[in-house]
């Protein structure tokens, strides 16, 4: 195996907005930390399809217009999708690491010292 090549970027994802595994949809789109299935695209692109006119936001459920159960509901999968994109955020940095970049350019591109950057993503005490 080449030394690029990790394979925790292989294990299975979750559709960043339903949660859904990538195995139980057809199709998941990868962005920056972040991934959309098939069918929230296909949710996204009919409630966009159908916004109000004139600047109007495309409406989707969210914290203030739902039930306390519902927001109750929802707080563990805002968890896991957080979860999930900050372990891709490690691989990220691991693959930058394996790439001979340093903890100094690390830490300068999220804004953090090098002693930060190193503390939460070297895996080391
Ligand atoms: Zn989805």
């Not at 739902?66 to 955020?89: C, F, K, M, N, W």
């Amino acid at each position: 195996m080449a030394a690029t090549e990790m394979p925790e970027l292989r294990t299975e994802v979750a559709c960043t907005f339903c949660l859904k595994p990538a195995s139980d949809v057809e199709t998941v789109v990868a962005g920056a930390g972040v991934y959309i299935c098939n069918e929230c695209v296909a949710l996204c692109a009919e409630l966009i399809a159908t916004k109000p006119a004139a600047g109007g936001m495309p409406s989707l459920p969210w914290e203030e217009r739902i039930s306390d159960d519902e927001l109750l509901a929802l707080l563990p999968r805002v968890a896991a999708t957080g979860a999930q994109v900050d372990r891709r955020l490690t691989l990220a940095v691991r693959q930058a690491r394996l790439r001979g970049i340093t903890w100094t350019r690390i830490g300068g591109a999220l804004g953090v010292t090098r002693q930060s950057a190193w503390e939460r993503f070297s895996g080391e005490d």
